[in-house]
């Protein structure tokens, strides 16, 4: 049995989410003509209590559009030293946008409203960069799927409103923390400007994310989409995979969840194993102790058993779980990491 936990990504589409796409009503998208890609755009608009919505093919994508709709070529933006848009998305905050990052200390990818006043520069001073926009990420990928504090992003509304910044969500992973912490996609969409949601992680899309903001972001990002390349015709195959997600498969987020919490006890059982970081969601990010094992040495003793994670860099590993990993693979994944 292979067990493939290198990422929530990994999954393919449920037998209900393939008859969704099947039975789908397309049209031409670039012409706004899909009516499957319109009523998703609408459903994910309502909601995050927003006026309107974008889909497009990949999560990078909607940052980066959400990126470039809110800054000007040599402004600042801050976000986390652990952030997505920093760290994982080619460098295209520079390529796209002419922007550098203000990277802030955080902890497990989270910042304090204190540590984002401090990094903004201040605007009459002509010689630093222009700051105009904030990035957060909830669940925090880098920082262990951590779901962050909605009083203290709540503050951080307050230091963007103070100096005149945008505020940017990257919620690839939001369901996760929504269903984490009981949380409503509205309340997110009340405080941020925009938000980019991802439906081919956890959600198990095969393809997929949604921008969400007001009418006149949305007619920006519509621009920007087309500039990168990510209009896309027919694609309400792929929308009506994401309405059926958005239906059917997010309060099952718990379970991936609960599975994390319990490979998490019984990676801390282990002698070898250094540490193992909180888990709130559905990422487990664990140290081994590389004078027991080598961390590379684990990895290819699970693969030799038909398991598959990966490493983080820095000693860090990586499990993710997700839909397609059963409740079979679990059982066997336990008693296998048990007898090691
Ligand atoms: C996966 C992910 C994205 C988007 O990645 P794509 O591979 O382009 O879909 C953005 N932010 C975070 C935190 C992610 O985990």
Known sequence: MEINLISDTVTKPTAGMLDAMMSAEVGDDVFKADPSVNALEEKVAKLFHKEAALFFPSGTMTNQAAIKLHTNPGDQLICDKYAHVYNYEGGGVSFNSGVSCKLVDGHR???????????????DFYHSPLTTLVCIENTANKGGGACWDFEELKRIKSVCDKHNLAYHLDGARLWNALVA?????GQYGDLFDTISICLSKGLGCPVGSVLVGSESDIKKALRIRKVFGGGMRQAGFLAAAATYALDYQVERLAEDHRKAKEIGLVLESLTFIKKVEPIETNIIIFEIDENKMGSEAFVETL???????????QGKLRIVTHLDYTSEMHENLLGILRKL
């Not at 990818?109 to 201040?122: L, S």
């Not at 912490?181 to 996609?185: D, M, R, V, Y």
């Open 109 to 123: 990818g989270m910042m304090t409203a204190e540590q984002i006043e401090a990094a903004i520069n201040p605007p």
């Open 181 to 185: 912490k009981n949380e409503t996609a």
């Open 303 to 313: 693969k030799e058993k038909n398991i598959h994670i990966i490493g983080m860099g």
